[in-house]
């Protein structure tokens, strides 16, 4: 066959391929993130040790965080805490076998409130997280 009569065959065939591969890559994919289709679930697990509360341990089972996820985690604490540190992972056990976690930043995780019960954290990203929350600072009332 001349290269003049596969050339064209060729650029519809990889054309196709790529059409194949992801629709994602040719339009923008979104999320619902609105409270709305995100109802805020309440957490109440969690410790409490010298002051400072965890959702979980750096390598245990993490808090699943997908896009638009909404939680008020209940921490235990005998006042508002003054800080409020989130760690993000794509792997459910944090540090366990060559896992990691890292600080969230942007909008990974928003803080939505805190208050002498609970803090509320939003994911306003549409990727989905493994989420550990650590609070502490909170001075006796």
């Known amino acids: 066959m001349s290269r ?6 060729l650029a519809v065939a990889g054309a196709l391929g790529l059409g194949a591969a ?4 040719f339009t923008p994919s979104t999320c619902d993130r609105s ?19 965890t959702t979980s341990g750096w390598d245990g089972e993490l808090l699943y965080f997908p896009g638009g ?12 805490p003054r800080w409020v540190t989130s760690y993000l992972s ?15 930043t942007g909008n990974q995780v928003v803080i ?5 019960d609970a803090v509320r954290i939003a994911n306003d990203s549409c990727v989905d997280y493994w989420i550990m929350v650590t609070a502490g600072g909170a001075a006796a009332p």
């Open 4 to 9: 003049a009569r596969w050339l064209p065959r």
């Open 22 to 25: 992801g629709c994602e890559t």
């Open 35 to 53: 409270p709305e289709g995100n109802p805020l679930v309440r957490y109440t697990d969690g410790t409490v040790a010298d002051g400072v509360y």
């Open 69 to 80: 996820m909404r939680y008020s985690l209940v921490h235990k604490l005998p006042a508002r």
């Open 90 to 104: 794509f792997d459910e056990h944090g540090t366990i076998d060559g896992g990691v976690l890292a600080q969230a």
């Open 112 to 116: 939505q409130g805190v208050d002498d």
